[in-house]
Antibody, heavy 125, light 108 residues
Framework: QVLFQESGPGLVEPSETLSLSCTVS????????WGWVRQSPGKGLEWVGY???????FFNPSLRNRVTISIGASESRVSLRLTSVTAADTGFYFC???????????????????WGQGTQVTVSS | SSELTQDPAVSVALGQTVKITCQGD??????PSWYHQRPGRAPVLLFS???ERPSGISRRFTGSKSGITAFLTITEAQAEDEGDYHC???????????FGGGTRLTVL
């Protein structure tokens, strides 16, 4: 059984740093990509970024300068750190497993097959 | 950079068939992944970017593509199919993940 336990502060003041944590039970986080997708109120999904244990990492270019995603393999934990937050960072943050590869038909692909239930983040003073 | 465009809202009569579209230049060479999100819930993968349906997903959901437009077809629409449908792919130039704006499906 797959279980995600996401946790975070809920409320963050503008210009501060947001820190979220996701503990994964079931699949190993030593393989595939692990990261975050967020959703602003009433809006679509926005990819934040994901990393693979020990090597590659990919981040949304609009957030790259502010975001850090790390994997604590021994604790099965995926962490997000987003600095200098503004109201635009308010939303639901989902912990995700990302699959990335190359199709035999000749193209790269990426999709998210496992999602946590999400944690609400509000940026406000 | 590439974008993925989806119709904001679509409706279908109960038991009928509906096609949800996703359009973008990157789809010329890729299949998108599709997700279904019910209100207040996390998205669920319906179709992967490998053009595969995960186990446990109903065969009523099928993916297809023509040129730069991808389609998610839902047959025999049920009330439980209501919600938001999101497509996603990789930006061809940067290989970053992009999402469409989502389509809200109403089953009448």
């Amino acid at each position: 059984q797959v279980l995600f336990q996401e946790s975070g502060p809920g409320l963050v003041e503008p210009s501060e740093t947001l820190s979220l944590s996701c503990t994964v039970s079931g699949p190993s986080i030593r393989s595939d990509y692990w990261g975050w997708v967020r959703q602003s109120p009433g809006k679509g999904l926005e990819w934040v970024g994901y990393v693979r244990h020990g090597d590659y990492s990919f981040f949304n270019p609009s957030l790259r300068n502010r975001v850090t995603i790390s994997i604590g393999a021994s604790e099965s934990r995926v962490s997000l750190r987003l600095t200098s937050v503004t109201a635009a960072d308010t939303g639901f943050y989902f912990c995700v497993r990302g699959i990335r590869g190359y199709h035999t038909s000749g193209y790269d692909y990426s999709y998210f097959d496992l999602w946590g239930q999400g944690t609400q983040v509000t940026v406000s003073s | 950079s590439s974008e993925l465009t989806q119709d904001p809202a679509v409706s279908v009569a109960l038991g009928q068939t509906v096609k949800i579209t996703c359009q973008g230049d990157c789809l010329k060479t890729q299949y998108p992944s599709w997700y279904h999100q019910r209100p207040g819930r996390a998205p669920v993968l319906l179709f992967s970017g490998k053009d595969e349906r995960p186990s446990g997903i109903s065969r009523r959901f099928t993916g297809s593509k023509s040129g730069i437009t991808a389609f998610l077809t839902i047959t025999e629409a049920q009330a439980e199919d209501e919600g938001d449908y999101h497509c996603s792919s990789l930006d061809t130039r940067t290989t970053y993940v992009i999402f469409g704006g989502g389509t809200r499906l109403t089953v009448l």
